[in-house]
T-cell receptor, first 111, second 112 residues
Framework: EDKVVQSPLSLVVHEGDTVTLNCSYE??????LLWYKQEKKAPTFLFMLTSSGIEKKSGRLSSILDKKELSSILNITATQTGDSAIYLC???????????FGQGTRLTINP | NAGVMQNPRHLVRRRGQEARLRCSPM?????VYWYRQLPEEGLKFMVYLQKENIIDESGMPKERFSAEFPKEGPSILRIQQVVRGDSAAYFC??????????FGEGSRLTVL
């Protein structure tokens, strides 16, 4: 069965800290890995990663994929209270056109 | 360019009633997906549809749940004879082929 596991499940840090969120996967036929941020409503798209070792950046957020280790990390530097959310990792299965999600990491940034 | 539109945003039903959730994909998207999210859990795939076709329904419960995406109009997720365990947030997403999925804001179903 295809599986995506995120860690930690929950993380509380102070504003200004740097955080690293982890995602590992076991899937039959990997196509791409996606990160989403979910506040109270819809998950919003952050990154899609298909190639190993190439970092994607957007402001204070960055992510990289390691296909050898079947994992990805999401880094957030200089965290702000607005970064508080659930961060979801998902893997797109080749040929199936569906996402398998991890359980999410609930990140709380305290002022 | 409107995003993925879902309605109703909140729906309350009594056990045994029917729930119908609607989803209009983003303009230009022909692929629709339904996901369910239980409290404190990630999103679970339910079904993937293109216009007039169900492509993958491997995540749909075998009974009481059905989905359609007609030629005209929104995609519909239908739950018959709802039970308390059906209470969840139901998210719709759409994409172009091979593109990233964009999610709607979800429909929160509460079964009393």
């Amino acid at each position: 069965e295809d599986k995506v596991v995120q860690s930690p499940l929950s993380l509380v840090v102070h504003e200004g800290d740097t955080v690293t969120l982890n995602c590992s996967y076991e899937v039959t036929n990997f196509r791409s890995l996606l990160w989403y941020k979910q506040e109270k409503k819809a998950p919003t798209f952050l990154f899609m990663l298909t190639s190993s070792g190439i970092e994607k950046k957007s402001g204070r957020l960055s992510s990289i994929l390691d296909k050898k280790e079947l994992s990805s990390i999401l880094n957030i530097t200089a965290t702000q209270t607005g970064d508080s959310a659930i961060y979801l990792c998902a893997v797109m299965i080749q040929g199936a056109q569906k996402l398998v999600f991890g359980q999410g990491t609930r990140l709380t940034i305290n002022p | 360019n409107a995003g993925v539109m879902q309605n109703p945003r909140h729906l309350v039903r009594r056990r045994g009633q029917e729930a119908r959730l609607r989803c209009s994909p983003m303009k230009g998207h022909s692929h629709v997906y339904w996901y369910r999210q239980l409290p404190e859990e990630g999103l679970k795939f339910m079904v993937y549809l293109q216009k007039e076709n169900i492509i993958d329904e491997s995540g749909m419960p075998k009974e009481r749940f059905s989905a359609e995406f007609p030629k005209e109009g929104p995609s519909i997720l239908r739950i018959q004879q709802v039970v308390r365990g059906d209470s969840a947030a139901y998210f719709c997403a759409s994409s172009s082929f091979g593109g990233e999925l964009f999610f709607g804001e979800g429909s929160r179903l509460t079964v009393l």
